[in-house]
C-alpha cells in the first residue's frame, strides 16, 4: 500500500480512467450528503484562511506500485461515492459556465477535458470515471448531454439535479470554484498481490454513507475470483437480484432477507448489524466451501427470488398473491424465516399449493388476533425462527396446525373465545391494523374485491356524542359511561365515502341521508339501514355479528384431539426426572441439613414468579428454568447452589461482583456466568442478575 496526500482536482487530472468493479454498491448519496458536502465546498471557498478541506480517502487497485503513469484504468475500492458526486458538480459547473472563467483553470471547456473526459481517447476510455450498470448510462448520458434511459438511476439524476439548482441559485461561481480546488483527498494505492482489498474496504468504511450489509457481503462474494468469473457470477446470479428488488427496495430490503435466508439456514437470528459477520461465518462452513461460492450465490438468488414475491408483491400466482398482500399489510416480517422454508418446499412439490395457502392465513390469523388479544410480541421471531423444527414434512399441514395449537400460553394462538371477546372490547381505532381489519372484512370471501381507499373510518356514534343533546337523548341516561365505553369498539366502528356529510348527525341522519347507511354497497354495514336508534344494545349486538364474522376470517387451527395427542407425546419423549433425585434439594435428604433446600425452595418460587412463560424442567443433572431457552440452570450441591446464567458476562450488570466469567469452560449447565449461592439474604440481589439473563433472551430483538 501506498498513501499519499493529493488535492481531487490534481488527482483526477493525473488519472487516466477510474472503473468502478461490479462488486461495488451502486451510487447511493442521498441528499443529505450532497448538501453537506457542498455547504463545505461552498464555507471552504469563502474563506480565504482555509487552505484545504479533507473529504476522505480514494482507494484503488493498480498492477504495481502507483503506477498511475501507466495509463492502466484503476479500480475502485473505496471513494466511488466522493468521486462521483464531485464529478456530477463539475459537470453540473460546466454547463452553467459557458465561455466564462471565474478562477483560472475553471472554464468549461477546462473542468471537462481536465477532470471528466479524456479528450484524444474513444469509445468508454473517453471518460475519466465508469461507473456500474444502471449508474454508468445515466452518469455518462449527464455527460454526453443525452437524454436519461428509460431506467434510468434515481439517486445521479436527483443529485445532478440538486446541484444544478444549487449553482443556478449561486450570485457568482467564484466561491464554489475555489472551494473545489482546496479539496483533499489521501490517495491510497494497493498492490492485489501484497494487500487483502477485501480487509481495507471493510477498515476504511468510515466517511460517507456507511456501507449495508449487502454492499459488504457481495464485495466478499466477488471481490477475490478472477475478473471473468467475477463478472459471470455478478451477471447470471447479484445483478437478476439487484433488478428484482429494485433500486429503492434493494437499499431498504435487501439486509433484511439476508437476515431471514441466514436465520433459515443457521437457526439463528443475525443482529441486523451481524448480518455480515454471520454471511462470512456461514461461508466458511465447511459443507458451504466444499459446495463452493457459485453454489451459495445460486442458493441466495433463489431464495430472493422467494422473498420478492412474498415481500415485494412480485407473486405471479393470483392466489398466492392475494395472500401475500394481505399478510403484508399487518406491517411486521417475523414470520419470513418459515416462509422462505415453506415457498421453498412449495416450489419444490414438497408443499401443495392449497396448503401452503391455508398456513399463510393461519400465519395472518396468528399475528392479528395476538395483536387484538394484546398479547406481547416479544420472542414472536424466534418462535417463527425455530418453527421449522417441528416440521413433519410426510404431515405438513397436520404439524403447523399441531405446533401452533401446543404453542406455550404466552406464544399462544388465541382460541375463538378469547379472540371473540377481545374483538368486542378493544379499542380497535387507535390500534395499528385499524384499516386492515376493515378492508379483510369487506373483501372477505368476495369474488372481486372493493377497494377501501377511497372510505374513511366513521364512528356511528360520533366522537362529538356529549356536545350534542340529540345523542345525549338517544344514548340514554348512561350516555357518558356507554360513550367512554364503546366509541373506539368494533361495534361503533365502519366505513363511508361520506364522513364529512354524516358529521356529528344523528343516527336517523346518517341512515337516511343521501349516501347514508340505507343506500351503502359496504357489507360492513350491513344491517345499520334497517336500525330505528343506535344504543348500548345495539352497538353490542353489531359487535356480537362482526365478533362472529372475525373467527370465519382469521381462522384459528383445528386437529382432533387424538391427532393432537399424538404431537404431545412426541413432545413428552424425553426422560422424566423428579426433585427426589437431587436429594441435596430435598428437605430430610440433604446430610448438611435442610438450609440448601430451603434456599432452593425460595430461590425457585421467586424465579417462576418473574413471568408467567416460566418454565421448569427437572434434569438428571440439574434443574433448568426456560422462556426461549434456559436462561438459568440450578445445580445442586450438598453446601450451596451452582448457577449458571445464560447471558454473555460482559452483558451482565453485576455491581457486588459475585459473578464469574466461565466462558469457553466445560461445564454442566447452559451459559457464561456462573454464581455459587448459600446465602438465603443474598437471593434478592441474585435474583436481580437472574432477570437481566431472562430480559436479555426475551427482549432483545423483539418484533418492531
Sequence with gaps: MKATEAKLLDFLKKSQQFIIPIYQRTYSWTESECQQLWDDIMRTGKDDEISAHFIGSIVYIEKGIYQISSQNPLLVIDGQQRLTTVSLILEALARHLDTQEPVEGFSQKKLRQYYLLNPLE???????????????????????????????????????????????????????????????????????????????????????RELSQADLIRNFILMDLEPENQTRLYMDYWRPMELAFGQEAYNQHFDSFMRHFLTVKTDKIPKIDDVYSSFKM????????????????KEVAIFAEYYCAMALGQ???????????????????????LLLELYHDYKNDLLSLDDFCEVIRLIESYIFRRAVCSIPTNSTNRMFANFKKYLDKDNYLESIKAHFLLLPSYRRFPNDEEFKQEFKIRDLYNFRHKTYWLRRFENFNRKERVSVDEYTIEHIMPQNAMNSPQWRKELGQDYK????????????????????EYSDRSFLEKRDIQGGFKESPLRVNEGLGTLDSWNENTILSRADRLAQRAIDIWVSPELSEERLEKY????????????????????????????????FEKLRKEILSIDPCVNEEILKLYIAYKAETNFVDIIPRLKYLQLSLNIKFIDLNDPKEIARDVTGMGRWGNGDVEIILSDINQVPYVIGLIKQAFEKQMYSDDET
Design 568 to 599: 404431545r407425546e412426541e413432545k413428552k419423549a424425553s426422560p422424566v426426572y423428579t426433585l427426589e433425585q437431587h436429594p441435596a434439594l430435598v428437605r430430610g435428604q440433604n446430610k448438611h441439613g435442610d438450609h440448601i433446600p430451603i434456599l
Design 315 to 337: 407473486e405471479t400466482h393470483s392466489t398466492l398473491k392475494q395472500y401475500f398482500n394481505d399478510l403484508r399489510e399487518l406491517n411486521v416480517d417475523v414470520y419470513y424465516p
Design 282 to 297: 456461514y461461508a466458511n462452513t465447511p459443507r458451504i466451501k466444499q459446495n463452493g461460492i457459485e453454489s451459495l450465490v
Design 481 to 500: 359511561r356507554i360513550h367512554d365505553t364503546y366509541l373506539h369498539t368494533s361495534g361503533n366502528l365502519t366505513l363511508t365515502g361520506y364522513n364529512s
Design 122 to 208: 474513444s469509445d468508454e476510455k473517453k471518460y475519466k470515471l465508469i461507473l456500474t450498470q444502471t449508474d454508468k448510462d445515466t452518469f455518462l448520458s449527464i455527460l454526453e448531454e443525452r437524454k436519461y434511459p428509460n431506467d434510468y438511476s434515481l439517486r445521479i439524476k436527483e443529485n445532478f439535479d440538486f446541484f444544478s439548482q444549487r449553482i443556478e441559485d449561486l450570485d457568482n461561481l467564484i466561491s464554489l470554484c475555489k472551494g473545489l480546488a482546496k479539496l483533499i483527498i489521501v490517495d491510497i494505492a494497493l498492490n492485489k498481490a501484497q494487500d487483502n482489498p477485501q480487509l481495507i474496504f471493510e477498515s476504511m468504511n468510515s466517511t460517507g
